[in-house]
């Protein structure tokens, strides 16, 4: 049976806001399952995005310490 999340669970698991779910649905990054006018999303199905989205996570860290690094 599958594990069904409401919108605020599987915000949390995500990282991210309710109104960033609602979004992803509308650009179709990730569906949810309707339960009449609910959102549920499928537990096995996020964990499956969040490693797509890991893979796809670049991180840029620059610093300059000194001045005559700035130059």
Do not use: C
Request: charged share 35%; no cysteine; proline share 1%.
């Amino acid at each position: 049976m599958k594990k069904l999340l409401r919108i605020g669970e599987a915000s949390q698991i995500l990282g991210v806001s309710v109104s960033t779910l609602r979004r992803w649905e509308k650009e179709g990054k990730l569906k949810p399952i309707r339960i009449g006018k609910e959102r549920r999303y499928d537990y096995d199905k996020l964990m499956e995005f969040l490693g797509q989205t890991a893979d796809n996570a670049v991180a840029i860290y620059g610093r300059v310490s000194s001045a005559d690094q700035k130059k």
